[in-house]
C-alpha cells in the first residue's frame, strides 16, 4: 500500500508555472507506475501525465504536450510535473495516482490517490 501527499498547487497567472510534487510513502515506491489527472469544476476527472516505474517511458494527454513535464524520484520517493505556459484551461485539483499493476492512464487511473492540490490560472 502507498499513501500519496500533493502539494505545490497555488494562483498563477496565463503564461507562468508551477511544479507540483506528489510525496509517496513507503519502500516500494519503485514499483509503482505513476500519474498525475485533474479534475476542473463541473467536468469529469481526466488523465494528464503518467511515469513507469524506472522514468524511462512518459505519457502526456495531448493537451499538455510541450507544456508539462512528468518525472520521478526514486530515491526520494517524489513523482513531480513540472507545468510550463500554463493556460486558464489548466484550472482544475490535481491528484497524483499510483499502481503497482499498470500504467494509470485509462479513465480509472490507478489504485491509489492523494487529496488533490488546486491549481488556479488567471487571465
Known amino acids: 500500500q502507498v499513501q500519496l501527499v500533493e502539494s505545490g498547487g497555488g494562483l498563477v497567472q496565463a503564461g507562468g508555472s508551477l511544479r507540483l510534487s506528489c510525496a509517496a510513502s513507503?519502500?516500494?515506491?519503485?514499483?509503482?507506475?505513476m500519474g498525475w489527472f485533474r479534475q476542473a469544476p463541473g467536468k469529469e476527472r481526466e488523465f494528464v501525465a503518467a511515469?513507469?516505474?524506472?522514468?524511462?517511458?512518459?505519457y502526456y494527454a495531448d493537451f499538455v504536450k510541450g507544456r508539462f513535464t512528468i518525472s520521478r524520484d526514486n530515491a526520494k520517493n517524489t513523482v513531480d510535473l513540472q507545468m510550463n505556459s500554463l493556460k486558464q484551461e489548466d484550472t482544475a485539483v490535481y491528484y497524483c495516482?499510483?499502481?503497482?499493476?499498470?500504467?494509470?492512464?485509462?479513465?480509472?487511473?490507478?489504485?491509489?490517490w492523494g487529496q488533490g492540490t488546486q491549481v488556479t490560472v488567471s487571465s
Open positions: 495516482t499510483a499502481d503497482a499493476y499498470k500504467m494509470p492512464k485509462d479513465q480509472d487511473g490507478g489504485s491509489y
Open positions: 513507503g519502500r516500494t515506491f519503485s514499483r509503482y507506475a
Open positions: 511515469i513507469n516505474t524506472s522514468g524511462g517511458r512518459v
